[in-house]
């Protein structure tokens, strides 16, 4: 292959001794890798350390500052970013090195991610492509929003692209693990709607989250994912009605009367 600029990639982390390994793996390509983690108390130090990459302890206070120390903890001019739960394939490496070796591309990649739950590849319920910010970027023209708790946003200098090739993510090992990640971020979004002003009432986050459930289950045909699509619509619906009653709770008096 065609010699290309180094790119650095960084993960962020937390007790993901089961995932870690393969994320690793899956970017060996790459000139760097840098670990940002957030002192996690199982193996997953370790085996980063031994699979070649650089750890960097940060204490987890918002997603959105994990993620600009990601870029501040590299050093070369294209950064790849990959979440613990993602595989980067094979295509994708390829896209992503013809990319980053050709002098007229755009500054920021959207990359899209084929997500795999209960055994299944999952191919509607809005969960392909499944765009989050950026992965791939020149160092220097995008930045996170430092104070956002989840779901971060992002800023770019420059021009916006889209991969064709998928990475791979894992989102959920266990149902257990979706509950409680949906439990976690849905109680770290309170902040930002707050900030946002958002309203909130019972009835509406009802409604709300009703509409979640046919849109992902019936209008992002995720009737024909099977059960697990079932699961995702189910899934929304909670994620949905419980952001926004977890606002109301918020907004209770200190004794918690209404």
């Known amino acids: 292959m065609a010699s290309h600029p ?27 890798i840098v670990l940002i983690d957030s002192f996690s108390t199982d193996a997953t130090v370790a085996i980063a350390e031994s699979r070649g990459a650089r750890v960097v302890q940060i204490e987890f206070k918002k997603f959105g500052e994990l993620r600009q120390a ?6 070369h001019p294209w950064i790849f970013s ?11 490496r390829d896209e992503i090195l013809r990319i980053v070796a050709d002098p007229g591309s ?32 020149r160092r220097g023209r995008m930045a996170y929003a430092a104070e956002d708790d989840v779901h971060e946003g992002w800023s770019l200098d420059g021009r916006l692209g ?35 002003g958002r309203p909130a009432s019972y009835p509406a986050a009802f ?26 619509a189910v899934l929304r619906f909670e994620n949905s ?10 907004r209770l008096p200190p004794d918690g009367t209404s």
């Not at 990639?9 to 790459?30: D, H, M």
């Not at 990601?70 to 050093?75: A, F, P, Y």
């Not at 990959?82 to 994708?92: F, G, I, K, M, S």
Request: charged share 25%; with cysteine; net charge positive.
């Open 106 to 137: 755009a500054d920021a990649y959207l990359v899209p991610r084929r997500n795999l739950l209960l055994g299944r590849t999952i191919r509607h319920s809005g969960w392909y492509p499944d765009y989050r910010q950026p992965q791939l970027f």
């Open 207 to 232: 409604l709300r989250a009703s509409f979640a459930f046919l849109k992902a289950y019936v209008l992002q045909l995720g009737f024909l994912d099977g059960g697990p699509g079932l699961v995702i």
């Open 82 to 92: 990959l979440d613990a739960d993602e595989r980067c394939t094979p295509e994708a």
């Open 6 to 32: 180094p790119v650095s990639v960084f993960i962020l982390s937390r007790n993901e001794e089961r995932k870690i390994g393969p994320a690793i793996e899956s970017v060996a390509w790459a000139a760097e």
């Open 70 to 75: 990601g870029i501040e903890h590299t050093t």
């Open 241 to 250: 009605f419980y952001k926004h009653a977890k606002l109301l709770e918020h």
């Open 162 to 196: 889209r991969m064709r090739n998928p990475i791979m993510q894992i989102p959920y090992q266990t149902l257990a693990e979706a509950l409680g990640k949906m439990n976690r971020y849905t109680s770290l979004g309170v902040a930002k709607q707050e900030r946002l």
